[in-house]
């Protein structure tokens, strides 16, 4: 079974998205080849935003601040209900760009055999895991070559990805197919390349979809209201 993902490194329900089907997989006995694809929530954001996670956040819904704590208090305990450990307060503004082209990287380097072929996905659990709960800017690219060959890749072909624009067009190319699939957030999963699922779901509709990917695609979408939202370019469904 082959799962590719959609999602983003900054992307709070993704984190969440990503130990539920973990959580199902390993629930249900399946076994399957997990591919991390890129997209980007706000490909024109900065790291060197001087606003606070929770200012960005309320100003993008006009809600102001206070609102901002509130989505993030709330998300950071759907999060522990996984075992996750968010610092909300700590995250860095960071454009994920640079954070995508290294997991493309990871992945041509995996199907090559010049490192193992789970390189990517540990890759992608250590971004995460550096922008939600160790409050390291991904966006820097001292930071992702630390994080980069901490998980095994090869410094100087980190260091050639960082200071060039190679994948940025599969960066991009990723993005387009999610939109063409009828995704508009993230996380996004397509099983077997047949069974769609949107939003990050209880761990029981996860293991649905794995029983069922066989036929067209079919796409289960978040609810409107709940825990079990995306992220998407206007914001996350907090």
């Given at each position: 079974m082959r799962i590719d993902v959609w999602s983003d490194v900054v992307c709070p329900w993704c984190y969440i998205g990503k130990r539920r089907l973990e959580q199902a997989l390993a629930e249900s006995g399946d076994?399957?080849?997990i591919v991390w694809h890129s997209f980007q929530l706000d490909p024109s954001s900065t790291n060197d935003d001087p606003r606070d996670l929770a200012t960005r956040l309320g100003e993008k819904y006009g809600r102001g601040r206070e609102w901002g704590?509130?989505?993030n208090a709330h998300v950071t305990e759907v999060a522990a209900?996984?075992?996750l450990e968010y610092h909300?307060?700590?995250a860095k503004p960071v454009n994920t760009v640079d954070a995508h082209r290294l997991l493309h990287l990871a992945h041509d380097l995996g199907a090559s055999g010049e490192v193992p072929a789970d390189t990517q996905g540990r890759l992608k659990e250590r971004l995460l895991k550096a922008y939600f709960t160790d409050?390291?800017?991904v966006g820097d690219h001292a930071t992702l070559t630390e994080l980069a060959t901490e998980?095994?890749?090869p410094a100087d072909r980190v260091r050639e990805v960082l200071a060039g624009t190679t994948y940025t067009e599969?960066?991009?190319a990723d993005q387009?197919?999610?939109?063409a699939y009828g995704a508009n957030g993230v996380p996004f999963f397509v099983i077997d390349e047949k069974y769609g699922v949107s939003g990050a779901h209880p761990v029981e509709v996860f293991k649905e979809a794995l029983s069922r990917a066989r036929g067209p695609v079919t796409l289960i979408t978040a609810p409107a209201a709940g825990d079990d939202a995306t992220c998407g370019p206007d914001g996350c469904a907090l």
């Open positions: 076994t399957a080849e704590l509130q989505a209900e996984v075992g909300l307060d700590q409050g390291l800017p998980v095994g890749l599969e960066v991009a387009a197919q999610a939109l």
